[in-house]
């Protein structure tokens, strides 16, 4: 049972938490919300902003494990899903990680990026755009002839599922020229890989 006492100091952590994170002072929010997570394990709010703050701390490790901290209090967070694809997304393309860990972040981000699509339709349109690029990513990643985790048939089919959902976000905003324009690669990199140009 939380004292009115440690309720008062996780209200606090909370708020100064809360203030740092809406500053853009991102350290100073890690700092004061890890302190509110210790008192309160069972505030998602704060664990989604402590894992928005590693976020934009660049420690994605963190971030991933602040993130499955607030969709373990409420599985239904679609942004909570949506910041951990970014945050694997960031690992998956870390080439000093082996192989194997990288290929895990990269699928993981894709499987986020899925249920955060399912779970928050006026969500979808970023969801789509970012799942499009992870997919690319993915596929760029199978196609490396150079090591053991090369499987083209896989490489192939991931480079048309972010044509996919590129295609998706560029008719519902045909005048965006930056999902032209991820599009056009996604479309090269897969001519390179099905030898059609």
Request: one cysteine or more; aromatic letters at 12%; charged letters at 25%.
């Amino acid at each position: 049972m939380i004292t009115s006492l440690e309720s008062s100091a996780q209200n606090a952590y909370v708020k100064l938490g809360q203030q740092a994170f809406m500053d853009g002072n991102f350290k100073t929010a890690v700092a004061q919300l890890e302190k509110a997570c210790l008192v309160d394990s069972t505030n998602a709010n704060a664990y989604w902003m402590l894992g928005y703050s590693y976020y934009h701390s660049e420690n994605y490790r963190k971030s991933i494990a602040a993130y499955t901290k607030a969709i373990f209090i409420n599985p239904v967070d679609a942004t909570a899903y949506y910041y951990r694809a970014r945050a694997k997304s960031f690992l998956g393309k870390d080439t000093y990680l082996s192989p194997d860990e990288r290929e895990k972040y990269l699928l993981g981000a894709i499987f986020d990026l899925t249920k955060a699509i399912a779970m928050d339709p006026t969500e979808q349109t970023k969801s789509y755009q970012t799942r499009g690029i992870a997919y690319r990513e993915y596929g760029i990643f199978k196609l490396q002839a150079n090591q053991k985790n090369y499987d083209k048939v896989r490489g192939i089919n991931s480079l048309r599922a972010s044509i996919s959902d590129l295609e998706k976000v560029l008719n519902d905003n045909p005048g965006r020229t930056d999902i032209s324009s991820l599009l056009d690669i996604s479309k090269e990199k897969l001519a390179s890989a099905t030898g059609k140009h």
